[in-house]
């Protein structure tokens, strides 16, 4: 009797997607030589092939550009209540710059500046009619993509659209206490949610940022609409003070076992957070996220954030490479007070340590 085996080959193409690409059917006989070759080679072969390919760089703070490099003041930016989303609305090009020069700095992934965009924001603080609104929000996504043209980028350029927590547009720091949740219902969250996602979802961006969260309860409204939109993919990336928890309180391994039930829920980490508590927050990510998902860090670098420059140092540098040994993280990027010349060098550092990996 002949009997076979199927051997299926699985390549990891572009970092975010599984893709079958071959399938082999292998006589019985060769079985055990090929399964015992597999055991001495192919595991280390594979994994180094696969994180040569898999880790990307994340952008910078779209916000701290425009001051830094964009001509914009610092203070009256972030006492804007719009704050990026003004600068979207009143000066695409200077976001469209600040898209250029993380690119050339050396991303894989920009975020649009959609975040603390939101309808009610600009008809109260614009004074744009809800179409109007509409149609800026989106814009973002077509901001991204003509930054894209315009570099001189040879790589693949992702654009993730930005989703804000409803904490921002409260323009108080919310979105760093979850101060909000209990009073907020799930059906305002949902509705205040459903419009950024549709639009930034139906212009075809590579992925949803769902960013800054500071609780389960919206990520899970979030991913409730993300299933509307089932060929999109998205990353959850929360705040924290402890690197346990949320920073409204949830813990972080219940939060990633919830999260792990999600097929579109590619990433999970933390954003604007201090570096220090990553290590923390990936062993509690280590317990509970799916084999579908890596975990996606991009910490600020508010201890610079008093004299902040061009060139002001990324402090937490010297940290990425520890945080790549953990083999758990795909997305590498910073926040606020980050700088284009500090995502070179996070991306000179994810390709030493691929390079002696
Ligand atoms: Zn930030």
């Known amino acids: 009797m002949r009997t076979s085996i199927y051997f299926l080959n699985v390549n990891i193409q572009d970092g975010f997607t599984l893709l079958l690409v071959e399938l082999y059917e292998i006589p019985f006989d060769a079985c055990h030589e090929l399964l015992q070759t597999l055991r001495r080679n192919s595991y280390r072969t594979t994994n180094k092939k696969a994180m040569s390919t898999s ?136 509705d205040y949610h459903f419009t950024n996602v549709h639009l930034l979802a139906s212009k075809g961006v590579d992925m949803l940022a769902f960013e800054t969260l500071p609780a389960l309860k919206e990520a899970l409204v979030l991913v409730d609409l993300l299933k509307q939109y089932p060929n999109c993919k998205a990353w959850i990336s929360f705040t924290t003070k402890d690197g346990i928890h949320t920073s409204y309180g949830d813990p972080f391994v219940e939060v990633f076992q919830t999260l792990a039930k999600y097929p579109q829920v590619f990433a999970i980490g933390s954003n604007c957070f201090d570096s220090n508590l990553t290590k923390t927050m990936l062993e509690c990510a280590k317990k509970s996220i799916s084999s579908h998902q890596k975990c996606i860090i991009y910490p600020d670098n508010w201890k610079c954030a008093n004299e902040v420059v061009k060139s002001s140092p990324l402090l937490w540098l010297p940290e990425i490479k520890e945080w790549l040994d953990t083999r758990m993280v795909s997305i590498v990027g910073g926040c606020c007070m980050t700088t284009p010349i500090n995502i070179n060098q996070i991306k000179k550092t994810v390709r030493d340590w691929e390079q002696s990996y």
Request: charged share 25%.
């Open 55 to 190: 880790i990307r760089i994340l952008d910078g703070g779209l916000g701290t550009d425009l001051f830094i490099n964009g001509g914009y003041n610092k203070d009256t930016l972030n006492d804007d209540p719009l704050w990026l989303s003004r600068v979207t609305y009143e000066n695409p090009s200077a976001v469209k710059n600040s898209h250029m020069r993380f690119i050339e700095a050396g991303c894989d992934i920009i975020t649009t500046g959609s975040y603390q965009a939101s309808v009610a924001g600009y008809m109260e603080h614009a004074k744009l009619s809800r179409e109007q609104a509409e149609n800026v929000i989106a814009s973002s996504v077509d901001i991204a993509r003509k930054a894209i043209d315009e570099s001189a980028a040879e790589r693949k350029i992702y654009i993730a659209g930005s989703i804000s927590p409803y904490g921002a547009i409260l323009h108080d720091l919310s979105e760093y206490t979850g101060s909000y949740i209990d009073d907020t219902s799930y059906e305002k969250l949902r």
